[in-house]
Nanobody
Framework: QVQLVESGGGLVQPGGSLRLSCAAS????????MGWYRQAPGKQRELVAK???????TCADSVKGRFTISRDNAKNMVYLQMNSLKPEDTAVYYC????????????WGQGTQVTVSS
């Protein structure tokens, strides 16, 4: 059974930082592209950042220079370090594991709420 479990969300003031973590199980972690997506109320889910097993990163323009994605293939973990947070970063953040082939599947975590507010 595949599980992606996010943690680290919460309430933070503008300019603050949070670190999200995602623990993956039930997959061969190092063949999956791991990503973070977010969905704000009334908006579509959007890519924040994703990282291949080799460390190639794709990042949304809106978070470049502020957010950093990383992964630990030995621990089956992916992280999102978020700095200089803005109110517009408020959303539910979801961990994603993309096997790039239908046979490997594409999986989502349940999400963690990030609220940036003073």
């Amino acid at each position: 059974q595949v599980q992606l479990v996010e943690s680290g969300g919460g309430l933070v003031q503008p300019g603050g930082s949070l670190r999200l973590s995602c623990a993956a199980s039930g997959i061969i972690f190092n063949i999956y592209v791991m990503g973070w997506y977010r969905q704000a109320p009334g908006k579509q889910r959007e890519l924040v950042a994703k990282i291949t097993s080799g460390g190639f990163i794709t990042c949304a323009d809106s978070v470049k220079g502020r957010f950093t994605i990383s992964r630990d293939n030995a621990k089956n973990m992916v992280y999102l370090q978020m700095n200089s947070l803005k109110p517009e970063d408020t959303a539910v953040y979801y961990c994603n594991a993309d096997g790039l082939r239908v046979s490997r599947g594409n999986y989502w975590g349940q999400g963690t709420q990030v609220t940036v507010s003073s």
